[in-house]
């Protein structure tokens, strides 16, 4: 699909295609670029890796023509160029596979794509989709709807929109933190054919093991500066922690786990969705018991969001006795009487759930904490709020001017350690932490591994729901899957692998009826 | 180039207190403009407007008069303001509070109840009015997720309907040449005054409690606090296990108490009988005067004195300089108008961004 390279007037395949020469970007109160130079080659799978934060997307976006840097030049083939927007990127072959996906849910395929694609006759549309899909082996419908798709079909979708208009870079940015395992490695052999077509492909991530098996360069960035240049292949995924995060990886330490008695029982909970693209929970039964850490993995939009709320106490269950905590049938109370039975949990978005972004991190300790040094007949205790905050600041390291910042001033990794301290202050019985380093940076991911270990060490039962497989592997006694609004029986982490984790993820998938798409997405 | 709005990470404290005084200012420059455009000199305009009204000891009173009515019901609406609770039919609560507690005046007036008991029971009956009118949208927002804006605004109208049938009919005075009005309250139902030879009550008083008694609640009190968390962040306040239902009913019923107590405060005050209309629109001015106050009681207190000298002001410009009363209305709505574009600037800064170098 690409032109040769010598036919027109293009540099040989060894110049750059693509040259970022002194880019900076400057945000109130950060630089997220500072002058960042960049080449990509033709043909090549190009790795920018670095913490959340240290400034990748932003430079995807400088290039994608999404953000204007403050400085710096952009050649395009030894040209100096200026992308104004996105339309001017696609013109020049630049192409965005974003991580959150712009799809809408109520069209189908093609009429998705057509909104995007404005130089293929609409007639034309389906067949071309069906073409580009096959020889790229990403087997799409194009008269499918959207919200009937797998988040793996969905990003499929996104591809093919961006094949559609014949790429010569390929922006895919975390592409692969919605995907099972079996779907990474069917995503790795389309970018590998892609790139031996001529494309080259800049590959957006901050896990390192896919990095090595996929990319032939890698770009390391760290709080919005190039720390090094190398090739993958040839490094280890230490050396590449090493460079991202300018210091040794932290290793949880972790011991067998001594399970005392059940503190959280699920027993045949049903909830149904209460919105059209929701997922119905089925029969979900789930035993975690005191002293261990139980991990739910699965691709998200599988039941996580409706599981979650139904244990928190943010949706009350009809069925008193289909959740019970600590022996107290629970299903009807509110996420205020089930913390009172023992119950700590950390959401998932933590501005604007987790934690107020307007209110400072004193106030944010209040939110979910009634305690009598903080809460006396009725009354706030000042000095008591700020006290607890600043006990949570020191203990967990969060990196914050003090009790009295906003939340919304801190950096996710550090409003997460204090939204998983104050959660852990409340000495409970049951934690459950939905996503708990999603978007972390190493460090802090880390260290919010620890604490939940420790947590389990002081004989607390743990709930951890990730996406996340290799965290899970790591910090689980045992796993359990969810799918489609079905939990599988959880297993001990060391009788499953992840292979057979992945399977389960995708497996419970059944094929969509009249569509004859793959099993494994 | 190009303009364009940047979110500031934390807004200066400084500057979220500088805006209203910053609209303030700019109001004044549009009503310079405005009585240059009626060609009436500025000077004397201003003078006429923002000082004459406060040169003497009774126009102070009058100030404060107008002030109490505007305090105590932008105390009481910010409290659900700040949970996200959009009463804006205060008017109508008020008007609820004046009728309820003017009809208890008016029967029992006869009895000779002692003041220090017919007075506050007189309060009493229209705080609850005022809180069974707000109660009913509170009731249809829990019960049917109707939109409160609307059916507490539609409330209005039905309760003004109300007490101009009752004064029509029913409670007409007989002996007063068939004017829709009630009779005169007797004394032990008018409020003793505070500063002799003006018209300034211990309604006064009463707006200071209640804006103190409300400061301790939003700061100090758990529940005060819970309701704040509602109206920044739902899915925070939800988690938490903050129930929305009681924060909508606490909010519109201290609205509705609010609003309730300004009525009776009118009505056994400076109107001392039951009328057609019982505020020139003090439920709705207070809207603005919690707005401009930062839903803040203390805030409020400074913000309902400048909304009265308005008022005042309104009234000396039309008897000494012949201006429109639609005056008093223009400054109210650039007042609001100028508070929001400058809390638009306390929230983000403006940026003009030249041509980049890699714009080249």
């Known amino acids: 699909m690409l032109p040769p390279a010598s036919s027109d007037a293009s540099p040989p395949a060894s110049a750059p295609r693509l040259e970022l020469r002194g880019i900076t970007k400057r945000y109130p109160g950060v630089l997220a670029n500072d002058r960042i130079d960049l080449d990509v080659l033709p043909s090549e799978i190009h790795a920018v890796l670095g913490e959340n934060g240290a400034g990748k997307s932003t430079l995807m976006k400088v290039i994608y023509g999404i953000v204007k840097p403050d400085a710096g030049t952009i050649r395009w083939e030894g040209e100096q160029i200026h992308i104004a927007n996105p339309a001017q990127a696609r013109k020049r072959g630049i192409g965005m596979v974003f991580q959150h996906f712009s799809l809408f849910d109520t069209l189908t395929v093609a009429e998705n794509i057509r909104l995007a694609v404005n130089d293929v006759e609409p007639k034309l549309l389906p067949a071309r989709i069906t073409e580009v899909s096959e020889r790229y082996g990403l087997a799409l419908d194009p008269a499918r709807h959207v919200h009937t798709m797998s988040v793996g079909e969905r990003q499929r979708v996104e591809i093919v929109r961006c094949l559609l208009q014949e790429p010569r870079v390929l922006i895919m940015d975390e592409p692969t933190s919605v995907l099972t395992p079996q779907a990474v490695l069917r995503l790795f052999e389309t970018l590998r054919t892609l790139a031996a077509e001529g494309c080259s492909i800049l590959y957006i991530s901050h896990k390192l093991d896919e990095i090595r098996s996929l990319c032939d360069r890698a770009t390391v960035l760290r709080a919005g500066r190039v720390t090094g240049q190398c090739d993958p292949r040839r490094e280890s995924s230490a050396s590449l922690a090493k460079m991202m995060i300018g210091g040794e990886l932290p290793h949880p330490r972790h011991r067998e786990a001594r399970a005392g008695p059940s503190a959280l029982v699920v027993d045949a909970l049903d909830v149904r969705a209460d919105d059209p693209f929701g997922t119905t929970l089925r029969a979900i039964s789930l035993d975690v018991h005191a002293g261990e850490i139980v991990g739910i993995a699965g691709v998200s939009g599988n039941g996580q969001k409706e599981l979650l709320a139904a244990l928190s106490g943010e949706r009350t269950i009809r069925r008193a006795e289909a959740i019970r905590l600590c022996g107290t049938a629970a299903g009807r109370l509110g996420a205020f009487a089930r913390r009172a039975l023992g119950l700590a949990f950390v959401p998932e978005e933590r501005l604007g759930r987790g934690a107020v972004p307007e209110m400072s991190l004193a106030d944010n300790a209040l939110l979910t904490t009634r305690t009598e040094d903080l809460v006396a007949h009725g009354f706030i205790r000042a000095h008591g709020v700020r006290a607890r905050a600043a006990k949570i600041i020191a203990t967990y390291g969060v990196k914050a001017t003090g009790p009295e910042a906003a939340a919304r001033s801190l950096s996710g990794g550090n409003l997460q350690k204090f939204i998983v301290g104050r959660e852990i202050g409340q000495q409970p019985k049951v934690l459950i932490a939905a996503q708990p380093t999603w978007g972390v940076d190493v460090g802090a991911s880390a260290q919010i591994r620890q604490a939940l270990i420790d947590l389990r060490d002081n004989g607390v039962a743990v709930l951890v729901i990730s996406e996340e497989l290799d965290e899970l592997m790591e910090i689980c006694d045992r796993l359990a899957v969810i799918a489609q609004g079905r939990l599988s029986a959880p297993k001990s982490v060391h009788e499953t692998t992840a292979e057979e984790i992945g399977m389960l993820m995708a497996g419970a998938r059944p094929a969509a009826g009249q569509h004859s798409a793959p099993v494994l997405v | ?360």
């Open chain 2, 1 to 360: 180039m190009r303009l364009l709005f940047e979110a500031r990470p934390q807004p200066s404290q400084l500057a979220v207190w500088l805006g209203p005084v910053c609209a303030t200012l700019a109001t004044l420059v549009i009503g310079f403009i405005v009585f240059e455009a009626f060609g009436k000199n500025p000077i004397t305009a201003f003078n006429a407007f923002f000082v004459q009204p406060v040169s003497t000891r009774y126009g102070v009173a009058e100030l404060l008069l107008k002030a109490t009515p505007l305090m105590m019901i932008a105390t009481g609406l910010a409290i659900g303001y700040r949970a996200n609770v959009w009463n804006i039919g205060a008017e109508g609560q008020l008007t609820l509070g004046a009728l309820a507690g003017g009809g208890l005046a008016l029967f029992v007036g006869d009895a000779d109840w002692p003041a220090a008991i017919l007075l506050p029971a007189m309060f009493i009956t229209g705080a609850v009015a005022g809180m069974a009118w707000a109660g009913i949208p509170a009731w249809l927002r829990t019960r049917f997720n109707a939109n409160e804006i609307l059916t507490s605004l539609m409330l209005v109208y039905v309760a003004t309907l109300l007490l101009s049938w009752l004064v029509h009919g029913p409670w007409r005075d007989p002996e007063g040449y068939n004017f829709p009005q009630s009779k005169l309250f007797t004394d032990n139902a008018l409020l003793p005054n505070l500063v002799p030879d003006t018209r300034l009550n211990v309604g006064f008083l009463l707006a200071l409690v209640i804006v103190a008694l409300a400061w301790l609640f939003v700061r100090r009190h758990i529940v005060g606090f819970e309701m704040r968390v509602a109206g920044l962040a739902p899915a925070a306040a939800n988690y938490a296990g903050i129930s929305a239902r009681r924060n909508i009913w606490l909010g519109m019923l201290a609205g509705g108490a609010c609003a309730g107590l300004a009525g009776v405060g009118e009505a056994a005050g400076p109107i001392g009988q039951l009328l057609p209309s019982m505020s020139p629109g003090y439920g709705f001015a207070a809207i603005i005067v919690a707005f401009v106050g930062r839903l803040h009681p203390l805030g409020i207190a400074l913000a309902s004195m400048l909304m009265s000298l308005l008022y005042l002001g309104g009234e000396s410009a039309q008897m000494n300089l012949a201006l429109p009363s639609a005056v008093t209305g223009l400054f109210q709505g650039s007042l609001l108008f100028l508070l929001l574009a400058a809390d638009v600037f306390v929230n983000y800064r403006l940026r003009i961004l030249r041509a980049t170098p890699a714009a080249a």
